[in-house]
Nanobody, 123 residues
């Protein structure tokens, strides 16, 4: 089993920045990847960003490209999401997820999920 704990969410003004963290414990994998997803009220959970286990490849949703950066520190079993130039459309609960043998935007392939952290952007 893998346990994922997200942190770093909060309330920020439009144009501001936040850095989310996703700390993993329990079993770890040397393949697959970690993704960030978000879910706004009344909307489906959507892909934000993903990073392959080695950190050598990343993927982003078009809506966050150029503003968000995903990174990882495998020594700390932690994945980060640096979010800059935030706007009201970024308001959502942000979830991290781990896939054992997959890296990408399809949430159906992810095996483990955290509980989420709330990000609220005020305009």
């Amino acid at each position: 089993q893998v346990q994922l704990v997200e942190s770093g969410g909060g309330l920020v003004q439009a144009g501001g920045s936040l850095r989310l963290s996703c700390a993993a414990s329990g079993r770890t994998f040397s393949s697959g990847g970690t993704g960030w997803f978000r879910q706004a009220p009344g909307k489906e959970r959507e892909f934000v960003a993903a990073i392959i286990w080695s950190g050598r490849s990343t993927s982003y949703a078009d809506s966050v490209k150029g503003r968000f950066t995903i990174s990882r520190d495998n020594a700390k079993n932690t994945v980060y999401l640096q979010m800059n130039s935030l706007n009201s459309e970024d308001t959502a609960i942000y979830y991290c997820a781990v896939a054992k043998g997959y890296y990408g935007s399809d949430r159906g392939w992810y095996d483990y999920w955290g509980q989420g952290t709330q990000v609220t952007v005020s305009s």
